[in-house]
């Protein structure tokens, strides 16, 4: 098999949403492939599963990433597939696993990875501390976090976490 002659047709059967095909050529090159390109159709076959919506194969597929070497972005994706999975408080440490890492920097998922920890704060009806995180992102931010109609902005995650902390506060009163 000719490698990026298979990499070619991967990407191509992806871009056609023939994401089966697709899965099974992933795994091949996986068996086939040098350590160079390992990290990459890893990558690759992550968002084919998510793509299929088997949200623990594609965060599997980025922890290994990870346990190989911590990069911001496969710590976003894994945070962001944990959410699909509506797996909350994994999400939350993986993010702040990767907000960590950089924590005077900033990187090209800084501000991803910030609005994911207020998103999984609001999740985890930890409603102050998901409005104390909410200051650090960006005004007028959105991200296509769990509905694949519309994406979700900081000024939706700071009303949900006020509305539902006055609630809170209306029921201890």
Same mark, same amino acid.
């Given at each position: ?54 949200y623990q194969q594609a ?37 702040? %696993?990767?907000?960590a890492e950089q924590p ?36 007028? %931010? ?32």
């Amino acid at each position: 098999m000719n490698q990026l002659t298979d990499i070619k047709k991967l990407d191509s059967l992806i871009k056609n949403r023939n994401y089966d095909e697709a899965l099974s050529l992933c795994n091949l090159l996986l068996e086939e492939t040098s350590v160079d390109q390992h990290r990459d159709l890893l990558r690759k076959r992550s968002h084919i599963h998510s793509l299929l919506g088997d949200y623990q194969q594609a965060i599997d597929d980025r922890f290994e990433l990870i346990s190989e070497a911590q990069e911001e972005a496969d710590v976003f994706f894994a945070s962001l597939y944990l959410i699909r999975a509506e797996k909350f408080k994994d999400a939350y440490r993986t993010v702040n %696993m990767g907000i960590a890492e950089q924590p005077d920097t900033h990187t090209p998922y800084t501000d991803e990875l910030i609005f994911l920890r207020a998103y999984t704060l609001v999740k985890l009806e930890l409603y102050q501390e998901a409005i104390e995180a909410c200051d650090h992102i960006k005004d007028g %931010m959105k991200m296509w976090v769990s509905s694949f109609s519309r994406p979700t902005s900081k000024d939706e995650l700071i009303s949900a976490a006020e509305s539902k902390s006055n609630t809170c506060l209306l029921y201890t009163s």
